[in-house]
């Protein structure tokens, strides 16, 4: 039996149990949506390099990426040289990820890829 003052002590421990479990969840499912995140902003950035080396223009190589990292996915394509005469092109795909916590800070991932731009015809083209 409860002496007094211990009356209603299991119910407060219980709240501040509860609390805890429910900040513990989040922060797990937080990580779990970062982690999805980089693994859709690596695969967008693959996907946008095929595309640019396959000779897309920037509206194509944008729609790629976005296909796979999602809509809010920010691109950003560059060029340099490569071996063999041919060029590379290097797409960055970065996003931002909104925590499950009240007032967390979003937090950026992003993913890279670099393709070596095809230079014969395209196919199916006349050669």
């Known amino acids: 039996m409860a002496g007094p003052g211990q009356r209603g002590s299991v119910t407060a421990e219980l709240a501040v149990g509860l609390v805890g ?39 194509g190589v944008a729609a790629a990426a976005r296909a796979v990292a999602g809509p809010d996915a920010a691109v950003r394509t560059s060029t340099g040289s490569g071996g063999a005469g041919g060029g590379l092109v290097r797409v960055v795909v970065r996003r931002d990820v909104a925590l499950l916590l009240p007032g967390a800070p979003r937090l950026a991932v ?18």
């Open 21 to 59: 479990a429910v900040v513990a969840v989040a922060l797990v499912l937080s990580v779990g949506l970062v982690a999805v995140a980089q693994v859709r902003a690596v695969a967008g950035a693959a996907a946008a390099a095929r595309a640019a080396a396959r000779g897309e223009g920037a509206d």
């Open 110 to 127: 992003a993913g890279t890829a670099t393709a070596l731009v095809e230079t014969g015809p395209a196919p199916g083209a006349a050669a």
